[in-house]
């Protein structure tokens, strides 16, 4: 298997469910816990939906937390036991769904908000799901997307697209085999969104208290 490719993303997460998991339920994540948890609870809420799709949703926290804001939430996750441990502690509808199954016409409903809250890891596979989400938005409907920062994640090296390694600094021992990750520039995310049919893009940049650096990147573009 390239140790730089989508499988590869896919194959790690199918290893570190369990430990995933564990860190989401316990707050383990300081990021999460100061910034981008609220973050992207507050972009969705803001549009005032009525139903939601959380693509690469994990063990499903985000559709269970905006369920009390009455929001009808479905999560779809290529990892079966992160959609088991989805399903056991309820609050939507949760599915496994590739992201070249979604491409492919997988899940069919229209809802109000599409979310893919730190999901978009991969390269050709996330830019072929992200092709079919105009579908599956409703009149009016949008996509919100939370990504790590490009200023901030690209570090030390070239500001161009490309594979990076993963790592699990900062996280626990559970934690193995870290996935690749795809490095997109602001410009190219705004340059994709384009071109898979949805031109209209607000940015925001969540900052984190302490460093005053921005925590993430947020993305909600709508369909052209």
Same mark, same amino acid.
């Given at each position: ?28 994540? !300081? ?10 609870? !507050? ?6 939906? =009525? ?32 959609? !088991?441990?989805a399903t056991r502690a309820g609050g ?5 769904a590739t992201y070249e199954a979604i ?49 901030? =994640? ?14 699990? =600094? ?16 602001? =410009? ?16 925001? !940049? ?15 573009a709508e369909a052209g």
């Open positions: 298997m390239d140790p730089r490719s989508d499988a590869k993303v896919l194959s790690s997460w199918h290893v570190n469910a369990d430990a995933w998991t564990r860190a989401v339920r316990d707050r383990r994540i !300081e990021s999460r816990k100061l910034v981008t948890d609220a973050a992207i609870v !507050e972009a969705v809420l803001a549009l005032h939906p =009525a139903t939601m799709l959380d693509i690469g949703c994990g063990e499903g926290w985000l559709v269970r937390t905006l369920g009390p804001h009455g929001i009808r939430g479905t999560g779809l996750d290529a990892v079966p036991a992160l959609i !088991e441990q939507g509808d949760f599915h496994v491409a492919d016409g997988a899940f069919t409903t229209t809802v109000d908000v599409v979310v893919a809250n730190f999901s978009l890891i991969g390269d050709d596979a996330v830019s072929r799901m992200l092709r079919r989400v105009p579908t599956l938005l409703a009149a009016g409907g949008a996509l919100v997307i939370q990504t790590l920062h490009p200023m901030v =994640a690209c570090g030390d090296h070239p500001y161009v697209d490309g594979w990076r390694d993963g790592s699990w =600094a900062g996280f626990s021992d559970d934690f193995t085999d870290p996935a690749p990750w795809y490095f997109r520039t602001l =410009a190219s995310w705004i340059a994709l969104l384009g071109d898979c049919g949805m031109p209209r893009v607000r940015i925001a !940049e969540p900052l984190h208290p302490t460093t005053h650096k921005p925590a993430s990147l947020i993305l909600v």
